[in-house]
């Protein structure tokens, strides 16, 4: 009589520390990201140091939480996988008629998709905020703080830096 083999349904996969721990992780971030836009936009909330974090250190969070949230899955399949009571083939089956397996798809689809649209959206932002005279005066060339100071007292203040320092 052969053994009964176990099988172990693909959301047991990510109920593990590590997996848990990514998604907490991706969404702070995505959350601290959709608060400090709110802030910059609607109550017109400026800092420098706070842009930095917003379009450079956060989505690099999102990045990392969504990594530890597939490594965790990985991780656990893997040891599953190792036990010979459990019958495990080499790649996940997605079965979309099972109802389980459906939602779980859409649901992390759709957490991919936000995720990725808050990702470019911060990437734009960080893009357009490492080419303000805020980023270059009062942030990346702090010694260049008595010229900063001329420039915004200037003819040119209407003109960016990297219109003249960069170039098109």
């Known amino acids: 009589m052969e053994p009964v083999r176990k099988v172990v ?14 998604m907490l992780v991706s969404a702070i971030s995505a959350l601290m990201i959709a608060i400090f836009l709110a802030l910059q936009a609607f109550r017109g909330f400026e800092n420098p140091y706070l842009e930095i974090v917003t379009y450079f250190f956060l989505p690099g969070g999102i990045l990392f939480g969504g990594f530890l949230t597939y490594f965790g899955a990985w991780r656990t399949r893997s040891r599953h996988r190792k036990h010979p009571d459990v019958d495990l083939p080499p790649l996940p089956r997605l079965d979309f008629n099972d109802p389980s397996k459906l939602r779980l798809t859409a649901f992390f689809a759709l957490v991919t998709v936000v995720l990725f649209a808050v990702l470019a959206i911060a990437t734009i ?44």
């Open 125 to 168: 932002q960080g893009f357009e905020f490492s080419e303000s005279t805020a980023f270059c005066g009062e942030v990346c060339h702090v010694p260049m703080e008595p010229e900063h100071t001329a420039w915004q007292q200037s003819p040119h203040a209407r003109v960016r830096c990297v219109e003249c320092h960069v170039g098109s």
């Open 9 to 22: 349904r693909a959301e047991k996969y990510y109920m593990n520390v590590v997996s848990l721990l990514g």
